[in-house]
């Protein structure tokens, strides 16, 4: 049995989605790595989900609701990964990402994780600080390292842990030199909250391809409100705030209200308004994004940090 001391575990999640609250794990991977040895152990699972998973999910990682057939709940998943990282330090290459996910599965499973957590994110920006883009492929493809499989849990690991050798850094130093950085987590603890500032609705772009069109949106985005404002208001939308009113053009709701059927007091409005003629379109969050955003933008997706 490998010594779990001087080890440390690389890990990445996929998943049904953005939101952490609202969205589920569906494959878990994971490399143990002695520093010392280079001696490795990898685990990987499929975890499956109440509620499937989504067309736009299996277009980003390729995962299906067949493949999950018999796939372990996340309790039981979750308690093997654990069993299989036990108190290694975990390195994620999002850390942010996994780790709100992990509390949150922890959380629902009362299965505690109180590793060290460390973002390779972070620390290829500080140690290739001239790139134009961070994502994990980005990186990869400027190091040299081989992307194949990408947005699979276990090789996107297997990813991460590439990338920080052809840093160098895959030696005993490796958690000295991340603490020596400030990206440890502390363990149990929340991301330290920014305050609140008051904020202007952005001003749509008169260039824009649906310039003179009126935006609401409704429901718990996976992206902050602020950001997906922002998008909308780059494609010439006017974002108003408040229901819809005759003006409104479009209705986009939250993935999960419209997953689950839940219908809003905003999407009430706009139902009593297109029966009054009024043509307002209602869709959901990942429509908007793949039709609206990715087409007319060529945006990625928004899985990575860019």
Known sequence: MMSQENSVAFIDLETTGLSSEYDEIIEIGAIILNLETREQKEFVTFVSPEFGVPEEATEINGIRNEDLIGAPELNEALRCFADFVQDSPLVAYNARFERRFLAQASRTTGIELLNDFFCAHQFCKINLPNLDRYRL??????????????????????????????????????????????????????????????????????????AGEELVITGEFALPQSEV????????????PGAPRKSTTLLVVSNFDFRCGYVSGKQRKALELRAKGCPIKIISEGIFFSAYIDAEQGLAKRTECS
Not at 147 to 161: E, K, N, P, V, Y
């Open 137 to 210: 492929i980005d990186v990869c493809e400027y190091l040299g390292v081989p992307s194949s499989g990408a947005h699979r849990a276990l090789a996107d690991a297997q990813m991460t842990s590439a990338v920080i050798n052809a840093l160098g850094y895959l030696n005993v130093g490796l958690l000295d030199a991340f603490r020596a950085l400030g990206e440890r987590v502390a363990q149990g603890t929340a991301i330290r909250q920014k305050k609140v500032k008051s904020r202007v609705t952005p001003l749509p772009n008169p260039t824009g391809r649906f």
């Open 229 to 240: 404002e922002d998008l909308a208001a780059e494609l010439g939308f006017t974002v108003a």
